[in-house]
T-cell receptor, first 120, second 116 residues
Framework: AQKITQTQPGMFVQEKEAVTLDCTYDTSDQSYGLFWYKQPSSGEMIFLIY??????QNATEGRYSLNFQKARKSANLVISASQLGDSAMYFCAMREGRMYSGGGADGLTFGKGTHLIIQP | GAGVSQSPSNKVTEKGKDVELRCDPISGHTALYWYRQSLGQGLEFLIY????????KSGLPSDRFSAERTGGSVSTLTIQRTQQEDSAVYLC??????????????FGEGSWLTVV
């Protein structure tokens, strides 16, 4: 089974509308972190927002918020008031915190991404 | 600069040639990762370095791939006898610590490798 599932390969949204990008995850760990990254056409991966598994409040960073539903194992990204510059690939990722230094689990497991296009 | 720096940004090579990709992590970051992104795919973990510890090579796809990290800083990913399926963007990332959740990883802009 995939550890990170992003079910929306592509989305078209009108400028200024809110956007929700779906992400579900699969882990048996109690301690883990969930990340969202933006990848514009230039290729670099830009960190957007982080949610820890023990965080009780949903994470927010400016226009980005993470709708964390632990029981459903979902970590959807919400972008409020979308802008043309938001057009990019968006990746959900997870780090499972059970393994510590030297373990590949310290790296991130990524979903396949959602291609978001904001239309004027 | 303050970010993760990778070179070359673009590389076109002939099948069978060796290539070297370089990564200069953020100063002070002890953890360094190499990932690969093929067209239309998510990121594939390749290798992970943490300080002077033995690297985690579990993601390397074949023995044609190797990586080293000198002095706990700069890393070089080497692909020997390149094949067309090696064509991808190779992304390097670094982070300030390891162990547990909540550690942000910063990515470079990637090296675009095309094998013809």
């Amino acid at each position: 089974a995939q550890k990170i599932t992003q079910t929306q390969p592509g989305m078209f949204v009108q400028e200024k509308e809110a956007v929700t990008l779906d992400c579900t995850y699969d882990t048996s760990d109690q301690s883990y972190g969930l990340f969202w990254y933006k990848q514009p056409s230039s290729g670099e991966m830009i960190f957007l927002i982080y949610q820890g598994s023990y965080d009780e409040q949903n994470a927010t960073e400016g226009r980005y918020s993470l709708n964390f539903q632990k029981a459903r194992k979902s970590a959807n990204l919400v972008i409020s008031a979308s802008q043309l510059g938001d057009s990019a690939m968006y990746f959900c990722a997870m780090r499972e915190g059970r393994m510590y230094s030297g373990g590949g689990a310290d790296g991130l497991t990524f979903g396949k991404g959602t291609h978001l296009i904001i239309q004027p | 600069g303050a970010g993760v720096s990778q070179s070359p940004s673009n590389k076109v090579t002939e099948k069978g040639k060796d290539v070297e990709l370089r990564c200069d992590p953020i100063s002070g970051h002890t953890a360094l990762y190499w990932y690969r992104q093929s067209l239309g795919q998510g990121l594939e973990f390749l290798i992970y370095f943490q300080g002077n510890s033995a690297p985690d090579k579990s993601g390397l796809p074949s023995d044609r791939f190797s990586a080293e990290r000198t002095g706990g800083s700069v890393s070089t990913l080497t692909i020997q006898r390149t094949q067309q399926e090696d064509s991808a963007v190779y992304l390097c990332a670094s982070s300030s610590r390891t162990g547990g959740s909540g550690n942000t990883i910063y990515f470079g802009e990637g090296s675009w490798l095309t094998v013809v």
